[in-house]
């Protein structure tokens, strides 16, 4: 009696089982195409993720290249690129999205992290990011002059600290803006 209620369980489990069997088949082929697509859009680019701790500002996306401001010199980071891991200064991060364009996108980013991946991805973690066109020209020039007076005129070598770092990131905020 044992038996044949097992066998009858399993029949009426059966069809239960083929559906789900057949669900996760069409699941695994939707997520295949899926993952064909995302290949095919990085077989000749760069995984881009750039990210200050507010917001992602690109994530998982196709580029061409991405020239990064790093602590030893500025460097361009294309498909297949070598690992790599880079503190940055401030500077501009200038992101080319397709081949061909003319027009980099540029953010200016006060300092962090470049992450140059085995798998042809680039992590960059900025502690700001600022698109450069928001930048106000006055402003910056403003705060060269300020924290060039802070430096010159503080004793206390914490504050002195303090303000070379501040003129050094307005230094490269007129850099970038060319002023």
Known sequence: LALSNCRARAHQAEPMFRNALLRAARTGLRSEAAAAETDAAFATKLKFNFSVPSVPLYSAAPVQMVIVPGASGVFGVLKDH????AAMKPGVVAVQENEGDSELKQFFVSGGFAYVKPDSSLDIQAVEAVPLEDLDPEEVKKG????????????DEVEKAQAEIGLEV??????????
């Open 170 to 179: 307005y230094q490269a905020m007129a850099a970038a803006l060319n002023i």
């Open 144 to 155: 060269v002059a300020e924290y060039t007076s802070a430096v010159a005129s503080t004793a």
């Open 82 to 85: 070598v690992p790599t891991i």
